[in-house]
């Protein structure tokens, strides 16, 4: 059974630096995509940082040179390093994993990043 589980959001003031975790259990990186989105009031989820199943990267162009998604595979844990934050970037940011070979979608509980001064 798949679960995802992030940490590590919270209010940060303009310019400042926050990293969220996510926890994947039941989850073969090799058979799974993986990314973090975010939604902020009003406006729809967007996909902000992603891995293929080949291990490669994909970053929005609004997060770009800012943010940067790693993982570690041992502790099958995906995270996303948030540097130069803006309050635009304040929204709830999802960690989410898609099942390559069933095509089904798998969602964390999702974590606030406020970026306020």
């Known amino acids: 059974q798949v679960q995802l589980v992030e940490s590590g959001g919270g209010l940060v003031q303009p310019g400042g630096s926050l990293r969220l975790s996510c926890a994947a259990s039941?989850?073969?990186?090799?058979?799974?995509?993986m990314g973090w989105y975010r939604q902020a009031p009003g406006k729809q989820r967007e996909l902000v940082a992603g891995?293929?199943?080949?291990?490669?990267?994909y970053h929005a162009d609004s997060v770009k040179g800012r943010f940067t998604i790693s993982r570690d595979n041992g502790k099958n844990t995906v995270y996303l390093q948030m540097n130069s934050l803006k309050p635009e970037d304040t929204a709830v940011y999802y960690c989410?994993?898609?099942?390559?070979?069933?095509?089904?979608?798998?969602w964390g509980q999702g974590t606030q990043v406020t970026v306020s001064s």
């Open positions: 989410h994993a898609n099942d390559v070979r069933r095509n089904l979608d798998y």
């Open positions: 039941g989850v073969i990186f090799s058979m799974y995509t």
């Open positions: 891995f293929t199943t080949s291990g490669g990267t």
